[in-house]
């Protein structure tokens, strides 16, 4: 088996985007899915689904648009022990 195999045999190695259209389509073309967020809404259901999802990914992408719509709802997140590390993307 080679070392890509094994990586991608491990559903906790995987990489989610919260991010404006461009940002999901371009991710999207390197094979990591991702999420619209246009409002705070968004970025509230986002992590909702995150959230409740029974497979939690490793790292969690932000476009730094979407960082900026919904501030506190990250800052929150990067001081969790548990969870996604999670990255702003400049």
């Known amino acids: ?4 195999a094994r990586v991608e045999s491990v559903p906790h190695a ?5 991010g404006t259209e461009d940002d999901v389509l371009g991710f ?4 990591i899915a991702g999420t619209v967020c246009a409002s705070i809404r968004d970025v509230k259901r986002a992590l909702a689904a995150i959230d409740s ?3 939690q990914p ?6 730094a648009q979407v960082e900026q719509i919904a501030p506190q709802e ?3 997140r990067w001081m969790r022990v548990r969870g996604p590390v999670v990255v702003v993307l400049p």
């Open 1 to 4: 088996m080679t070392e890509a």
């Open 14 to 18: 995987s990489i989610v985007l919260l």
């Open 28 to 31: 999207g073309l390197a094979g």
């Open 53 to 55: 999802s029974p497979v």
């Open 58 to 63: 490793a790292l969690l992408l932000v476009s």
């Open 74 to 76: 990250f800052a929150e």
